[in-house]
């Protein structure tokens, strides 16, 4: 299940961004002290090594939602859990907005690579863990944890960000609906071999006796995977709708559905903005602004008739 706010303690914001942290990370964190309190000579190490596990997942989802930002999407809320981090984004729909939003979140453990290597190394050269173990165990730790977190993510299993890279990748080639149909199913299929492996190699015993946290982050990706076909679907069934193509939003530049799908603000009912001009035909008041159904942002409708007619004029370049 993906958290939510229920649940969840606001800790901070920063760049516009409310930051969340379940009440479940305490929890395992509590039981992850417990289970290598013999790792350091003192609790206060394993706190630390925490804490920097936090701040790393942390830096990864700023770099999602800063991404997402760029594109012009939309990205204030970020919830930590103990299964790692969610950055609540909503890009454009448009591959290449997709793709740099998913990819700034490992390309923030890349570029903290060589930053913690480098750390180790001076560390160890100016004779800092000389006889210090404690330090030296956690600085080797912070490294493996970012090492280990960009590996994993970047596994092309949805909806990890390998997943989704690859997702938005095919994106270009099959469009938005076949590209995510493809990228579940691959997931789903390689979540099935990486099972039937682990029952075969191990049994049931040992995977819940030894791999059980393993298992409870294969049966959360089964469950995204098959939320990601169920919004395939829908997603095929939207794009067969008629369109209007002499309008285009001006932030995705998608042609809007053809049809009652806008409820007036005055009255509640549904009606079509474009065929009468952003006027509700049951109470007769104009609608200031049409949101976009495919990336929620609204606009005046003589920006959207503007945005078609620069579309028009030459080719529309989708960042």
Known sequence: MTPSHSGSIRLFRAAGIQVFLHWSWFVVA?????????????????????????VIVLLHEFGHSLA??????RANEIVLWPLGGIAF???????????????????????????LMAL???????????????????????????????????????????????QSLLWFKLGRARSLYVASVLGL??????????????????????????CLIGLFMAQRCATGLKEAK?????ERMPRHRDFSCPSCHQAPLGGPYWQCANCQNRFDPF?????????GARQPVTPCPLCGMAHPLEQWARSRRRGEDGPVINV
Not at 34 to 43: G, K
Not at 127 to 154: C, H, K, P, Q
Not at 275 to 283: K, M, R, W
Request: aromatic share 14%; with cysteine.
């Open 30 to 54: 509590v039981i992850q002290l417990t289970y290598r309190r013999n790792y350091y000579s003192s609790l206060a190490w394993n706190i630390a090594e925490y804490v920097a596990l936090f």
């Open 275 to 283: 065929s009468t001009n952003a006027v509700c035909p049951h109470c």
């Open 89 to 115: 984004v909503s890009p454009p729909p448009r591959a290449g907005a997709v793709l740099w939003s998913i990819a700034a979140g490992p390309l923030v453990n890349v570029v903290l690579f060589p930053l």
């Open 120 to 166: 180790t190394w001076l560390a160890g050269d100016l004779g800092w863990t000389d006889g210090n173990r404690d330090l030296a165990r956690f600085l080797y730790m912070i490294f493996l944890i970012n090492e280990v977190l960009l590996i994993f993510n970047l596994l092309p299993i949805y909806p990890l960000d390998g997943g989704q890279i690859l």
């Open 68 to 73: 997402c930002r760029q594109t012009g999407g």
């Open 234 to 238: 829908a997603l095929r069934q939207l």
């Open 189 to 214: 299929a390689t979540l099935a071999a990486a099972g039937i492996w682990g029952l075969l190699r191990f049994g049931i015993e040992g995977l819940l006796g030894n791999f059980l946290w393993t």
